[in-house]
């Protein structure tokens, strides 16, 4: 079993910072991908970034220029540095991990996190 734990979250002013962090463990043989997605109220989820096993990244550009995504492999941690936020940044934050969880083949799962509330307020 892999589980994801993220904290982080919380209430901030506009123009305010958060750092957004999601912790893997478990049964973990390997981590590619790692992205953070979000889902602000009676909207779909969207994908905000995501980073590669090599440090390669993509942003929404919504947030582009703001928010940093990064991540430390031997923690199997993925962060998400949120700056000059802005009130439509508010939403549950969720991880999301590609993870290999044995050694057989085909052993790849997709897995999310229970998710955070980021809450901007104007």
């Known amino acids: 079993q892999v589980q994801l734990v993220e904290s982080g979250g919380g209430l901030v002013q506009a123009e305010g910072s958060l750092r957004l962090s999601c912790a893997a463990s478990g049964s973990i043989f390997g981590i590619n991908d790692m992205a953070w997605h979000r889902q602000a109220p009676g909207k779909q989820r969207e994908l905000v970034a995501v980073?590669?096993?090599?440090?390669?990244?993509n942003y929404a550009d919504s947030v582009k220029g703001r928010f940093t995504i990064s991540r430390d492999n031997a923690k199997n941690t993925v962060y998400l540095q949120m700056n000059s936020l802005k009130p439509e940044d508010t939403a549950v934050y969720y991880c999301n991990v590609d993870v290999k969880t044995s050694f057989q083949p085909g052993s790849w799962r997709n897995k999310w996190g229970q998710g955070t509330q980021v809450t901007v307020s104007s």
């Open positions: 980073i590669t096993r090599g440090g390669t990244t």
